[in-house]
């Protein structure tokens, strides 16, 4: 017996820690200009047929203008409430790149600053990924497998 229904997956997306040369400590964010809007990684969806690092690298320029070479395959961020338009996965690289960044595509800006400095809070769960991300560079332990 086949199922016909249609199937209903989650969404592939991409996030990127950025960490600027010369700036310790800070990372790249953007303010979003589409809802919801607010400060994010920057980051975004795959395209069909395209690899995930492609993606990561794709969106950081278009968001940041920024060249990013990527350097570690960070973590897999799959709660289906992570994102309230749809439910996504996300694959989180952790990456480097030199000079100023500048809001580009669906981003109306881009800043540089520690974390903790954030004038706002987070959308999506990018507060997690954060402090993940926090407790990875001060501990050397990622987040586990599941949530």
């Known amino acids: 017996m086949s199922d016909n229904r249609p199937h209903k997956n989650p969404r592939p997306t ?76 996300s694959t989180v690289f952790i990456g480097r790149a030199r000079g100023t960044p500048v809001g580009g595509d669906d981003a109306a800006g881009a800043i540089t600053c520690r974390p903790d400095a954030l004038a706002q809070p987070l959308v999506f769960d990018h507060a997690r990924i954060v402090a993940d991300y926090i407790a990875y560079k001060q501990r050397g332990v990622r987040p586990p497998p599941r949530r």
């Not at 990013?68 to 992570?82: A, K, T």
Request: charged share 35%; glycine share 10%; proline share 5%.
């Open 14 to 89: 991409v996030d990127v820690l950025i960490e600027l040369d010369g700036r310790p400590g800070e990372l790249v964010f953007i303010e979003r200009l589409n809802d919801p809007k607010g400060i994010a990684l920057p980051g975004g969806f795959v395209d069909e047929g395209e690899w995930v690092a492609d993606a990561a690298v794709r969106e950081a320029k278009e968001e940041t203008g920024l060249d990013v070479e990527l350097v570690e395959l960070f973590h897999v961020y799959s709660d289906p409430s992570r994102d309230k338009r749809t439910h996504t996965i």
